[in-house]
């Protein structure tokens, strides 16, 4: 049904908003809606946003990546995103104690896609996951967990390193494996009181100009 006083092209908008954050868990960009809703230039797109928003039917936050809101709706959680993890060749992060804590961007999702936990999220570096369907670039949710179970895809903290690294989790006898997904790299093998497991993966976002749909 047509929101009164909306135009025809503002009601497709608002309509593609709602059916791609129902599907997807997190708001499109200005490109989503441009191709979803074959209008002309990213200018008119923002153009029909600004008056959306200007009439109280929508939300933007600047400093927010993926900020659209419909204000109809109420299940809207921030999700830091705290830097990157290296899926590949484990890459130097800040310190176990505050690396959590230094958030360089928000994403907002719904809370089916939480799912009431403590989530955070981080870009992906490189292709150790790719047999995964997690490519470089993506982004990763992750649940909050220090422990893990056999085949658990985890980001892990290499004490010894000081680096994290994007891997599956095995337990072998006195040893951890850390495997990739993909045939071309080897596994890592370290010792279990060198490393700390961060958190487990829930989800995955895929980067700009892939569709930026979640896998």
């Known amino acids: 049904?047509?929101?009164p006083g909306v135009s025809e092209t503002r009601q497709r908008i608002l309509k593609f908003?709602?059916?791609f954050i129902e599907d997807r868990g997190y708001a499109p960009t200005v490109r989503d809606i441009l191709k979803g809703c074959n209008i002309s230039s990213t200018a008119v797109v923002q153009h029909h946003l600004n008056i959306l928003e200007r009439e109280g039917h929508i939300h933007r936050d600047p400093e927010i990546f993926r900020s659209i809101q419909l204000l109809d709706r109420k299940n809207v959680v921030r999700v830091p995103l705290l830097g990157s993890?290296?899926?590949g060749e484990p890459i130097p992060v800040p310190d176990s104690e505050t690396?959590?804590?230094e958030a360089i961007d928000t994403l907002e999702l719904t809370d089916e896609l939480t799912q009431g936990k403590e989530i955070y999220a981080l870009r992906v570096k490189g292709l150790s996951m790719i047999d995964a369907l997690i490519d470089d670039g993506d982004v990763v949710l992750m649940e909050m967990a220090n422990t893990a179970d056999d085949g658990?895809?985890?980001?892990?903290?290499?004490?010894?390193?000081?680096?994290v690294t994007l891997k599956r989790l095995f337990k072998e006898q006195q040893i951890i494996r850390l495997q990739p997904s993909n045939s071309q790299m080897e596994p890592?093998?370290?010792n279990p009181q060198d490393i700390e497991v961060q958190g487990?993966?829930?989800?995955?976002?895929?980067?700009?100009?892939?569709?930026?749909?979640r896998r």
Do not use: T
Request: hydrophobic fraction near 45%; charged fraction near 35%.
């Open 1 to 3: 049904m047509r929101k």
């Open 200 to 213: 487990k993966v829930i989800g995955v976002i895929r980067k700009l100009g892939d569709e930026n749909k």
């Open 152 to 163: 658990d895809m985890v980001a892990v903290w290499l004490k010894d390193k000081h680096e």
């Open 85 to 87: 993890i290296a899926a």
């Open 188 to 190: 890592l093998y370290v």
């Open 99 to 101: 690396w959590k804590n």
């Open 17 to 19: 908003i709602r059916g």
